[in-house]
């Protein structure tokens, strides 16, 4: 099966860069998506990457390295309102390509 | 264009009390999804569809039923509720474009007690 883990809980500055770990475990390897997910709200879609590499959409970037098994989401210039849970998800052969496991998200607080 | 909408937002249930979950998307998606999210964790999938007539089960399915009869709603069932699943429930769709980006509703935090 699939196993995903990501770091519970980090802290950063308002301005700063921060960097969001992802490892998995999955057979045949269909994609890997990045959300975010406010306090009390519903996730939303930040990105997703299919093949190595980096994808860059304004402040947030997010990279992957298939063989690895590794992705991370790269938060610049933070803002406040960026202090949400950050939810990586999987996509493989072996729970079906319509389906993405989730791991359990990063809590990201950013300070003043 | 209201995306993925879900009622009700908040309710509270007796043990042993059912209810239905309803969840609806006006963007023409084929696939669609519940979730729970329990405090701090993931989301876990309960059920999913992939059109209408077809539904199959996710992680998590004991406890519940769901249906497809159409493109648009995909309701969820909690027969005989218990305190295990006082939770938070997401519906989500997506199109079958390979870029399988999925959209969520709003929630529905349920309690049982």
């Known amino acids: 099966g699939q196993n995903i883990d990501q770091p519970t809980e980090m802290t950063a500055t308002e301005g700063a860069i921060v960097q969001i770990n992802c490892t998995y475990q999955t057979s045949g390897f269909n994609g890997l998506f990045w959300y975010q997910q406010h306090a009390g709200e519903a996730p939303t879609f930040l990105s997703y990457n299919v093949l190595d590499g980096l994808e860059e959409k304004g402040r947030f970037s997010s990279f992957l390295s298939r063989s690895k098994g590794y992705s991370y989401l790269l938060l610049k210039e933070l803002q406040m309102k960026d202090s949400a849970s950050y939810l990586c998800a999987v996509r493989g052969r072996d729970t079906g390509f319509q389906k993405l496991v989730f791991g359990t998200g990063t809590r990201l607080l950013v300070s003043p | 264009n209201a995306g993925v909408t879900q009622t009700p937002k908040f309710r509270i249930l007796k043990i042993g009390q059912s209810m239905t979950l309803q969840c609806a998307q006006d963007m023409n998606h084929n696939y669609m999804y519940w979730y729970r999210q329990d405090p701090g964790m993931g989301l876990k999938l309960i059920y999913y569809?992939?059109?209408?007539?077809?539904?199959d089960k996710g992680e998590v399915p004991n406890g519940y039923n769901v249906s497809r009869s159409t493109t648009e709603d995909f309701p969820l069932r909690l027969e005989l509720a218990a305190p295990s699943q006082t939770s938070v429930y997401f519906c989500?769709?997506?199109?079958?474009?390979?870029?399988?980006?999925?959209?969520f509703g709003p929630g529905t935090r349920l309690t049982v007690t």
């Open positions: 989500a769709s997506s199109p079958p474009t390979g870029y399988e980006e999925q959209y």
């Open positions: 569809s992939v059109g209408a007539g077809i539904t």
